[in-house]
């Protein structure tokens, strides 16, 4: 009684089984690799990078084997080559579609773990940090394109019918360019956002009069944390088109301001004094910028303008406020009289003058 495989012809069967084994040693190496770049400090790469990419080289590699030949004749499926070579080529396909993707994810992790946003001087993590989100979205919106279009293009009644839809709708695709436009502005704009920078993560921007931190940015739109915890969500081409407040554009560094409304006969000296043992006796001030000049003289009271500097904008909001509220009480306890305050000069006439 003859078995199955007496039935299969000898170097068909020899043909397969060299290519598996071929395939398995292949794949066994390529893990090996992984791992031991996995283990080794010099190549440390992120936890869970086997599991990400041991997946989709698999896959990979069994599209390879599906497609060959000596398969379809072991299996006796000789007469369905169209079917093995169509699932192999949308395997394919599906298999470095994932792969890529999640080699984009680990570049991302590896570049992205250098730098921490959580320190002081965090300039350049939040560039990289920026720009990393926004072109890898960037990235994945492409890569998947290209793989649905691969897909579809393998398929000849689609490509024909594709063909066929575009040589007829001419006047459709005008209109459909002029909806997309603003669409396709939105995009751009988020692409200019990466390569420009205008706005990083954590800026602290003022928008529409709005103060906040730029939590995440994308390429349709910008989200704002306002200070009350609200989010505030901008469409991406208002911070290429429209003036905006970025107060960490190149250093988080700030300074901050108060303004005093004063009478004339307000004692400078004693002021200076003061804002100085205010901020030597706080940690909100960074003993950079500690200056109190009078920048302007109004009519009936003087303008006073207490200049500090802060290591960033919150802090300086609270410096801000901290130095207002003690001038304020310095000026109530040891020159009341220097308030601003409104005068009025009454004079007799002259005719009560003579009556008097």
């Known amino acids: 009684m003859n078995t199955f495989f007496d039935t299969v012809p000898r170097s068909e069967l020899y043909l397969f089984l060299v290519s598996f ?18 283990r080794d400090p010099k190549y440390l790469l992120p936890e869970g990078t086997f599991r990400k990419l041991s997946w989709p080289i698999f896959f990979i590699f069994n599209s390879i084997l599906i497609r060959s030949e000596a398969l379809r004749t072991i299996l006796n499926l000789t007469e369905h080559q169209y079917f093995f070579k169509k699932t192999s080529t949308i395997l394919f396909i599906f298999s470095v579609t994932w792969l890529m993707l999640n080699l984009l994810k680990i570049i991302k992790k590896i570049i992205v773990s250098n730098y921490d946003v959580h320190v002081e001087n965090n300039l350049k993590a939040r560039k990289i940090y920026t720009q990393f989100n926004i072109l890898e979205r960037i990235f994945m919106f492409t890569i998947i394109l290209l793989a649905i279009g691969a897909v579809l293009m393998s398929f000849e009644s689609i490509r024909e019918l594709g063909v066929s839809i575009f040589a007829s709708a001419g006047v459709a695709g005008i209109i459909i360019g002029f909806s997309a436009q603003k669409m396709i502005g939105t995009v751009l704009a988020g692409i200019q956002i990466a390569i420009a920078q205008p706005i990083k993560i954590d800026d602290v921007v003022i928008v529409e009069g709005e103060w906040g931190r730029i939590e995440e940015i994308t390429l349709t739109y910008v989200v704002v944390k306002i200070w009350d915890k609200r989010r505030l969500i901008v469409p991406t081409p208002y911070f290429i088109e429209k003036p905006f407040q970025n107060w960490t554009k190149t250093s988080s560094d700030i300074l ?59 802090t300086a909001w609270d410096l801000r406020v901290l130095v207002r509220e003690k001038l304020i009480t310095f000026l109530q306890q040891n020159y009341p009289e220097s308030i601003a305050r409104n005068r009025v000069l009454l004079e007799k006439s002259t005719e009560e003058n003579n009556n008097s």
Do not use: H
């Open 21 to 38: 084994i071929a395939i398995l040693f292949a794949y066994w190496l390529i893990s090996y690799f992984l791992r031991k770049f996995g």
């Open 256 to 314: 901050g301001t108060v303004f005093l409304y004063t009478d004339y006969n307000v004692s400078f000296d004693a002021l200076r004094e003061e804002l100085t043992k205010i901020l030597e006796n706080t940690d909100l001030w960074d003993k950079e910028v500690n200056v109190l000049q009078v920048t302007e003289s109004k009519q009936n009271c003087v303008e006073i303008r207490a200049l500090m500097s802060a290591k960033d904008s919150p």
